[in-house]
T-cell receptor, first 112, second 115 residues
Framework: GENVEQHPSTLSVQEGDSAVIKCTYSDSASNYFPWYKQELGKRPQLIIDIRSNVGEKKDQRIAVTLNKTAKHFSLHITETQPEDSAVYFCAASHQGAQKLVFGQGTRLTINP | DADVTQTPRNRITKTGKRIMLECSQTKGHDRMYWYRQDPGLGLRLIYYSFDVKDINKGEISDGYSVSRQAQAKFSLSLESAIPNQTALYFC??????????????FGPGTRLLVL
């Protein structure tokens, strides 16, 4: 079955700097890669996703890149702000499996 | 997402007790999921259901059971609770885009403490 590894487990950056979180997956048939953000005491919510037919997707200050050959994908947050502090989860799935497999999560702290 | 609700939001119980966590959704989604969240372990799938007559085990189903009473309701039971089932439990729903993947919508979570 699919296995998703996420690094780092914790990340601390200065406000205004960029943050990068990386995930690797094992199943080459996976074709959907979402990222979820979980603020303290809240539910995970989708912030961006990418399908396997594209290599990069941007939405304002966040972007996700996908390298299908290497089987890894990354979340990039630029110009970080205090409200970016949260736990971020990557996940992977493919239509045949019909369920998401999540990474272990990254706790991102933005220092003012 | 207010369309997915969970009850109770917090629960303290004792070892050996039976407990049920409930999830309801008004999104009209066929697919529903139960996850548990533990620090450093992410979200792990307990059970999932793709329709009322379909129930599937996830990666950590031992010690849990589920019931899909209707399209909108999916309950998780701990038949005999043990302390290592202390965790944050999330219900989620999805309506996958055919051939492309799926987005999951999470409930607010139930924090369970087993003494």
């Amino acid at each position: 079955g699919e296995n998703v590894e996420q690094h780092p487990s914790t990340l601390s950056v200065q406000e205004g700097d960029s943050a990068v979180i990386k995930c690797t997956y094992s199943d080459s048939a996976s074709n959907y890669f979402p990222w979820y953000k979980q603020e303290l005491g809240k539910r995970p919510q989708l912030i961006i996703d990418i399908r396997s037919n594209v290599g990069e997707k941007k939405d304002q200050r966040i972007a996700v890149t996908l390298n299908k050959t290497a089987k890894h994908f990354s979340l990039h947050i630029t110009e970080t702000q205090p409200e970016d502090s949260a736990v971020y989860f990557c996940a992977a799935s493919h239509q045949g499996a019909q369920k998401l497999v999540f990474g272990q999560g990254t706790r991102l702290t933005i220092n003012p | 997402d207010a369309d997915v609700t969970q009850t109770p939001r917090n629960r303290i119980t004792k070892t050996g007790k039976r407990i049920m966590l409930e999830c309801s959704q008004t999104k009209g989604h066929d697919r529903m999921y139960w996850y548990r969240q533990d620090p450093g372990l992410g979200l792990r799938l307990i059970y999932y259901s793709f329709d009322v007559k379909d129930i599937n085990k996830g990666e950590i189903s031992d010690g849990y059971s589920v019931s899909r009473q209707a399209q909108a309701k999916f309950s998780l039971s701990l038949e005999s609770a043990i302390p290592n089932q202390t965790a944050l439990y999330f219900c989620a729903t999805s309506d996958p885009t055919p051939g492309l993947g799926e987005t999951q919508y999470f409930g607010p979570g139930t924090r369970l403490l087993v003494l």
